[in-house]
Nanobody, 115 residues
């Protein structure tokens, strides 16, 4: 059974940085596509970034140039480094893993950016 546990959220001022971690148990982080989504209050859950099994990364326009997704195969952890944070980045951030027959999600980590 795959489980995803996020950590690293918190409160930061605009322009600051945070790094989210997603610890994966039950399967390796390089075996399936993984990524991050976020959901702001009253809004839908939106895709942020993805890392493929080959290590290729993709980003939403809102994340390009500011966020970096990476993984550590040894510790089975996926990271999201977030720089130059803006108040619009305030949301619950979810770790995601492509699965069959269903995808896997973490419990979410709150990120709050104050102006």
């Amino acid at each position: 059974q795959v489980q995803l546990v996020e950590s690293g959220g918190g409160l930061v001022q605009a322009g600051g940085s945070l790094r989210l971690s997603c610890k994966c148990s039950g399967s390796g982080v390089s075996i399936s596509r993984m990524g991050w989504y976020r959901q702001a209050p009253g809004k839908r859950r939106d895709w942020v970034a993805t890392i493929t099994t080959d290590g290729v990364t993709h980003y939403a326009d809102s994340a390009k140039g500011r966020f970096t997704i990476s993984r550590d195969i040894a510790t089975n952890t996926v990271y999201l480094q977030m720089n130059s944070l803006k108040p619009d980045d305030t949301a619950v951030y979810y770790c995601w893993r492509l699965g069959i027959p269903r995808d896997y999600w973490g419990q979410g980590a709150q990120v709050t950016v104050s102006s």
